[in-house]
């Protein structure tokens, strides 16, 4: 694949079916891809102050190109911008410059803009139309695909939101050589989780080609194009997340439960290393009840420390509340069903399930076993990874690239 290739993923959903491109320049495109599919439509962009320094001009200049004039609506940056406070200002900015039902919101950032700009598209005039141009690489493989958007609460994550399919999703790789390395990082654990899912030789693969990854090398398009596939073919299936779309949250339960433990406080944690610490537990976890081979939970907490990700509890600074108080934010999880906690376990790589009726005793036990104040684990990481270093400046050495994934 060239590095300049375009690739196009198809999430077949019938009438309401949409393209999601990858590639670089896309920003530059965004106006003739829009005015392409809703002519004559008007614009409001939602960013946020980061992005909108780094990327903002180029992707107005797209957009004029196609005859698009946005409003825009720049918000503060991180998790915490996920409020009920920032939904109504945005509501508010898109009925201020009066734009109607037919026209668009374009979310320009990562899964926090994505997501809240999501769900005021989604409910501002009964549903308006809704563009994604995800700048991270978290959002790029994960959240801008399959219409899940929201907020959080103070009860938990991304409680309050609606699903809401966008029009039309611009992946743009180049703007990834923008991010901070602990982001793209932080992203690449969506990345993986793929692999761990149901794609055992993806897994493989970028235990292979990590470093090309990061490194920026055509083998990152082809990673972002294949976890797109990936998660296009689960929308398709279970668009609502009644049947197999669950297993897109392996991690994510353990992970939402560490990051409403430290108060969405991205200097301690931010979601793709909740995530990544939550798929290295919930495979030690399935280990624990016998379902997977320890051989397997060591794996991937080999890849994760490779690559500078977090992998346990421990890594995380500061103190955690206790076991207890962990496993009240796991019972207020979205993947709670009638009181019943319900998780993504694995038999092993690329063999996940959903495991319902999961015992709230062995949840527990598991998580004061893990718990820091109770057994740190030998091998843990003693620093967060570096902010300022960008990603193609990967540590370790990532060896040649292999064949494409799948």
């Known amino acids: 694949m060239s590095i300049n290739a375009t690739v196009t993923v198809e999430v077949g959903l019938g009438d309401r079916a949409y393209a999601i491109l990858i590639g670089s320049g896309l920003l530059l495109r965004a106006g003739s891809e829009i005015s392409r599919r809703l002519p004559g439509t008007r614009a409001a962009v939602v960013t946020d102050v980061n992005v909108a320094a780094a990327h903002l001009d180029t992707l107005k200049a797209g957009l004029e190109k196609g005859g698009i004039q946005p409003a825009v609506i720049t918000l503060p940056a991180g998790e915490k911008t996920k409020s009920f406070a920032h939904l109504e ?66 009860r938990g994550k991304n409680l309050v939101g609606v699903f809401h399919q966008p029009k039309l999703v611009l992946a743009d790789t180049g703007v990834l050589d923008t991010l901070p390395i602990r982001e793209f990082r932080a992203g690449y654990a969506e990345l993986a989780k793929y692999g761990l899912i149901d794609r055992p030789d993806f897994f493989a693969w970028l235990e292979e080609n990590w470093g090309q990854v990061f490194a920026g090398s055509p083998e990152r398009a082809e990673a972002i194009a294949e976890a797109c596939r990936a998660k296009a073919d689960v929308v398709a299936r279970d668009e609502f997340e009644t049947g197999d779309r669950a297993l897109l949250n392996l991690g994510h339960t353990f992970g939402h439960a560490l990051e409403a433990a430290t108060q969405y406080d991205g200097a301690r944690l931010v979601h793709g290393e909740g995530v990544a610490i939550g798929m290295a537990l919930a495979y030690r976890f399935s280990s624990r009840l016998n379902l997977a081979s320890p051989d397997d939970a060591a794996r991937v907490e080999a890849h994760l420390r490779a690559v500078g990700l977090p992998w346990h509890m421990a890594d995380i600074p500061g103190e955690l509340p206790d076991a207890e108080a962990l496993l009240a934010f ?64 990967p540590k370790g050495s990532p060896g040649q690239p292999k064949s494409r994934p799948g």
């Open 89 to 154: 200002e945005v509501v508010d900015c898109v009925l201020a410059a009066r734009l109607e039902r037919g026209d668009v919101v374009i979310a320009l950032g990562g899964g926090v803009i994505g997501d809240l700009a999501g769900f005021a598209a989604g409910i501002v005039r009964r549903g308006m139309n809704f563009v994604q141009i995800p700048t991270s690489l978290l959002a790029q493989v994960d959240s801008s695909v399959g219409g899940k958007t929201g907020i959080n609460s103070a």
């Open 330 to 393: 796991i019972t207020q999880d979205k993947k709670v069903s009638r009181g019943a906690l319900t998780f993504i376990l694995t038999r092993g790589i690329g063999q996940a399930f959903v495991a319902r009726d999961v015992p709230a005793s062995e949840v527990l036990s598991f998580l004061r076993e893990n718990h820091p104040g109770q057994q740190s684990r030998p091998g843990r990481q003693e620093s967060r990874p570096g902010q300022q270093s960008r990603p193609g400046q």
